[in-house]
């Protein structure tokens, strides 16, 4: 089951915690599934996608790493 929404908001982590500090800096998506729920997740690039732009991500153990759906 994929994960597919539109970004609502975004932001970018500069100064992480000690557990995410190799990963800095990196971009935090809040995305708003087809079914009404929002998630929080990774995006795959450095800089954040527009707000409303449709993204995809595999679902995970882990927090899911969203990429841009192609147009």
């Known amino acids: ?4 929404g539109r970004v609502q ?3 970018i982590i500069r ?4 557990a995410h500090a190799a990963a800095a ?3 935090l998506v809040l995305v708003e599934l087809a079914d009404g729920k ?5 995006f795959n690039r450095a800089e954040p996608p527009a707000i409303g732009s449709r993204v995809t991500a ?3 153990e882990q927090t899911p ?3 841009e759906e192609a147009t």
Not at 1 to 4: A, K, N, S, V
Not at 15 to 18: E, L, M, Q, S, T
Not at 38 to 42: M, Y
């Open 38 to 42: 929002r998630v929080l997740g990774h």
């Open 58 to 60: 595999e679902p995970s």
């Open 1 to 4: 089951m994929t994960l597919e």
């Open 15 to 18: 100064v992480p915690d000690k």
């Open 65 to 67: 790493v969203f990429r």
């Open 9 to 11: 908001s975004h932001t």
């Open 25 to 27: 800096p990196f971009v």
